[in-house]
């Protein structure tokens, strides 16, 4: 399956260890279908969870305690890659221990005060620019960290449906008056498939827009 194949091959290879990970699906024939075809080697659970990608990330936060350090991630990410910069020339290089960058980003987390953190939403190496910001800026939902708290202040509207990453960014930076960025560092993976989310999102999209502007005119337009 896409997610054996890439996700938790990706997590394993870079040190994550399998029992640190739990796969949550929308519903009972999900479960059976994931626990039919993946790896047992690969993670320790499969939660049932709730429909839609909004209210999964709700169920998610609720499901563990506060103060537990999350990482969430789709199920498509083939690798995670940072800038380097040689003589003024631009490379990205794989991150082979993903295991380290994510304990140093909770690390970092809890230095800053803050409780959001993430990456940059596409592999463009001339738009990476070196460390990490703490302003207001997109932390795309493919993958991010964060450390949890049961705050219904915190959990997206079902109207950000398909947007919801953007109004999670917007959330957690008003409460925090930040969220890191890694500015740097960024993910392979590929944006709306089929299945999943689907791809025929125009719909959604736009009610998720006309949405975050009206909620948040001072920020979105």
């Keep these: 399956s896409e997610l054996d194949n890439k996700t938790l091959i990706t997590l394993k290879e870079g040190g994550i260890s399998p029992e640190q990970i739990f796969v949550f699906v929308a519903n009972e024939k ?16 499969i939660i049932v969870g709730e429909l839609g990608i909004r209210n ?13 350090n999350i990482v969430s991630c789709d199920d498509d990410i083939e690798a995670f890659s940072k800038l380097n910069i040689q003589m003024s020339d631009k490379h990205l290089i794989k991150i082979e221990n993903l295991n380290k960058l994510f304990v140093d980003t909770f690390e970092l987390l809890k230095k800053e005060n803050l409780y959001l953190a993430g990456f940059v939403g596409h592999s463009n190496k001339f738009w990476l620019n070196l460390g990490h910001s703490t302003n207001l800026k997109f932390i795309i939902g493919v993958c991010h960290l964060y450390i949890n708290r049961h705050d ?16 999670q960014s917007i959330k957690f930076y008003l409460k925090d008056k930040g969220i890191i960025r890694y500015n740097d560092i960024c993910l392979k993976t590929k944006y709306n498939q089929p299945g999943g989310l689907g791809i025929d999102r125009f719909d959604r999209n736009k009610n998720a827009q006309e949405y975050l502007c009206k909620t948040y005119p001072f920020i979105c337009k």
């Design 152 to 167: 219904p202040d915190l959990y997206p509207n079902i109207e950000s449906e398909s947007k919801e990453d953007y109004e």
């Design 30 to 45: 999900e479960e059976l279908i994931y626990k039919f075809i993946l790896n047992k080697d690969n993670y320790n659970k």
């Design 56 to 68: 999964q990330r709700i169920f998610i936060s609720k499901y563990f305690p506060e103060n537990t």
